[in-house]
């Protein structure tokens, strides 16, 4: 039988979640720039309020060009509905806070963006909330880590900073085994080169301000709720499963058997934490998402060859990519990320930190800064900055070494980074 | 709300507010593969708009118990059955696609228990292609998948059910797959066999109100048009631009058609 066609990742991206304005007739999606909405009556108000209506109150809570966003980002990565948030931290506070709180326990990878780290082992076990971080690679460390108070499973895609690929339909498995979900950072390869509710993960978040945007000019994060997780059959999510006094005394599994958890994270954690985004960023971000599949095309085409040029080069100790047989995932990524590893790896210079900082300060067209995800060349150099309190030994433990440098290849013509990377490497090798 | 019937639990949402048997009721039926949430933007309305709401799920459907009833007529007695466990005289049964069939068959063998129907998204005869017959038994996913996409209009729906920022299409396909397997099969087969609609429209002499989708491709308005020629007292809606699943797609405008009509 042939099943009906659906329509395709990049018709969805253009047109998920928006239609021409019914009352203007524009087809870009509007700049919604209001805090709030006039209440048609007193009872329409009630209703909205309280749920029994769809709509807009206060555009903390909902705005209708977040909503196309939330829309379209959940129409391609297979999600029944997602939240945009300040920024990537905050979609992951937001998560967090929704499903546990002080006395329960994250367990996550050890290979974090600094900033997930720090949410996690410092800023939140302030609050009460207790994580603790595994090898992604150990399956067994998985399952052993996992505690009667545990809430949540939390890794990359591709981890910082050795790309470890995640083997999502593992990690997935030990979680539902345990009655617990699987959030994963989806910021590095989008759901133009996977989509990890595919392959068994519960939620979804992004740092909206890397490649879904391209244009690293807006911050912002997306939360996205795969809505296939069982709250009331894992019985360790009251939050979800009983009246909240928070809200009109809802039970919001009963109020939407598969969208609880968004119903919650919305009715209470962006009401309360209040990070929502802005509607200037929301279309800011819906236009880079516009062609998300043209540019992660050849933001994977340009890292390739450029991967190739530095793996051959003298100055090159190593290059860490998972489309190399010398990287540990590489079998796994031919499966879980035929389409590419995207564009943010790290290589080993010859020279240790003054080769470093020397290539750092010689390239023209690679931006020094501390980002990725940009349309734009972008280069760091851990050891000398992020990381420069560190000494060597500590560095390692980091998967840092002092001569590490991580690349974030952009749109540019490919032959015009390589010549960029080769004058650089050259005056690397001169000091 | 849970009730026990027929040795298991049926279970019925009340619309977020217990339920309060000296109201008007209203009982919500869903369709195939469903279960109460699909009228959560207007079940929860009503039930805070001075009805008392009974949004049931059907047997073996979400939170209750036993086997999916196999035919449309042993559903329309399993509703009349819930209502007198309940202690309901009388309801407005309101009935989405499925469901509407059962309301329909409900109020002919059970016109005491019935004072008015509203069939959402309906059609008689509710015939289901060989080619989505077979993939309900054979192939679920091949068969939520085609069955989803014929569910809706386009890829924009506001405000989104529940609410803004939800992606109708995959609500409606994650509930689906929340239900047993086997359940669609048994539910899209006893539409396909019901055979009795002109026969109970005849015997219908409560208000009747048809709500359809003019872009529905499950059942186009046409579909209904020997329904609405059977009855005695019809009024028919047709909602502009909606899908099969009206519920999500157009929450206020069902919504308004049902308080017009008395719900
Ligand atoms: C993988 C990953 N996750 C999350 C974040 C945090 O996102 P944001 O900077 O938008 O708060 C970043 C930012 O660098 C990131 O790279």
Redesign the interface.
């Known amino acids: ?1 042939t ?5 395709g990742f990049d ?2 991206s253009l ?5 021409p304005d019914p009352v203007t007739g524009a087809r870009a999606t509007p700049i919604f720039q209001t805090a709030a909405y006039v209440f048609q009556d007193t009872d329409q108000a ?2 909205l309020f ?7 109150v206060y555009s903390r809570i ?3 060009t ?3 966003l ?2 379209r980002i ?2 391609l990565d ?7 948030t300040a920024s990537g931290q905050a979609a992951l506070h937001l998560a967090v806070s929704t499903l546990a709180g002080a006395g329960s326990h994250v367990l996550a990878s050890r290979s974090l963006y600094g900033g997930s780290h720090n949410l996690l082992h410092h800023t939140m076990r302030r609050f009460g909330l207790d994580t603790s971080f595994v090898d992604p690679r150990d399956l067994d460390a998985w399952r052993a880590a996992i505690r009667p108070t545990t809430r949540l499973l939390f890794a990359e895609t591709l981890g910082n900073p050795g790309l470890d690929v995640l083997d999502i339909p593992s990690v997935a498995q030990i979680a539902h085994e345990a009655g617990l979900p699987l959030l994963v950072d989806s910021t590095f390869t989008t759901p133009y080169l996977q989509r990890p509710l595919d392959f068994g993960a519960d939620l979804v978040m992004h740092s909206a301000t890397k490649f879904l945007g391209g244009h690293g000019v807006a911050i912002g994060g997306l939360l996205v709720d ?3 997780f ?1 709250w009331e059959r894992s019985g360790r999510f009251p939050e979800l499963t009983e009246p909240y006094v928070g809200f ?3 039970d919001f599994q ?6 609880a958890f ?2 919650r994270a ?1 009715r209470e954690g962006l009401r309360d934490f209040g990070a929502c985004m802005a509607p200037f960023t929301a279309f800011q971000l819906l236009q880079g998402i516009e062609t998300l599949s043209l540019r992660m095309e050849r933001h994977v085409a340009n890292t390739r060859e450029v991967v190739r040029f530095l793996s051959s080069h003298a100055a090159v100790e190593s290059v860490n990519h998972p489309e190399l047989p010398s990287h540990p995932d590489h079998a796994l990524a031919r499966t879980l990320l035929p389409k590419g590893c995207g564009a943010v790896f790290t290589f080993e210079i010859r020279g240790g930190r003054p080769a470093g900082r020397k290539f750092i300060e010689s390239l023209r067209l690679f931006s020094h800064l501390a980002n990725v995800g940009d349309a734009k060349s972008l280069v760091i150099h851990p050891a000398t900055t992020t990381h420069f309190r560190l000494d060597d030994a500590a560095l390692r433990v980091s998967g840092i070494g002092p001569g590490t440098l991580r690349l974030s290849v952009g749109l540019e013509d490919h032959a015009d980074l390589i010549d960029d990377l080769a004058q650089a490497l050259r005056a690397s090798q001169k000091i | 709300m849970q009730v026990e019937l027929d040795g298991h639990a049926a279970w019925v ?1 009340t619309g ?1 507010k217990p339920f309060d048997p000296s109201l008007p009721v209203v009982l919500f039926i869903h369709g195939a593969s469903h ?1 109460h ?1 699909v009228w ?2 207007q079940s ?2 009503l039930a ?2 001075g009805r008392a709401v009974l949004a049931v799920d059907l047997p073996g459907h ?1 939170r209750s118990g036993g086997m999916p009833l196999p035919s449309i007529e042993a559903l329309a007695d399993w509703i009349a059955r819930l209502l007198g466990a309940i202690g309901v005289e009388r309801a407005m049964l309101v009935g989405h696609s499925m469901g509407s069939l059962v309301a329909l068959e409900c109020a002919a063998r059970h016109p005491q228990r019935v004072s008015a129907l509203a069939l959402v998204s309906t059609a008689f005869p509710m015939r289901v292609s060989e ?1 989505l017959l ?2 309900t038994r054979d ?1 679920e996913p ?1 068969a939520q ?2 069955v989803n ?2 569910s809706h209009s ?3 729906q506001y ?9 109708v ?3 409606n396909l ?2 689906m ?2 239900q047993r397997p086997g359940v669609m099969h048994v539910d899209f087969a006893a539409c396909d066999a019901y055979s009795n609609g002109l026969a109970a429209c005849a015997r219908v002499s409560c208000p009747v109100l048809l709500v359809l989708g003019t872009r529905d491709a499950m059942t186009p308005p046409r579909a209904a048009k020997g329904l609405s020629a059977a009855l005695s007292d019809v009024r028919v809606v047709e909602i502009e631009g909606a899908g099969h699943a009206i519920m999500a797609e157009q ?2 405008a069902l ?1 308004a058609a049902l308080e017009r009509f008395g719900a």
């Open positions: 039988m099943p009906p066609r659906h329509p018709t969805l047109h998920a979640g928006q239609r009630a209703s309280n749920m029994e209506r769809a709509g807009h909902s705005n209708p977040n909503a196309v939330e829309e959940a129409a297979g999600g029944v509905g997602a939240l945009a795969g809505g296939s069982d009109h005394g809802m009963e109020e939407s058997t598969v969208a968004l119903l919305r | 949402y977020g279960d949430s959560a933007l929860r309305y805070h708009h979400g080619e077979t993939a192939d091949a998948a085609m996409l014929w386009g890829l924009a405000p989104g059910n529940p609410g803004p920022g939800f992606w299409a995959r609500v994650r509930l797959q929340r929450p206020d919504l």
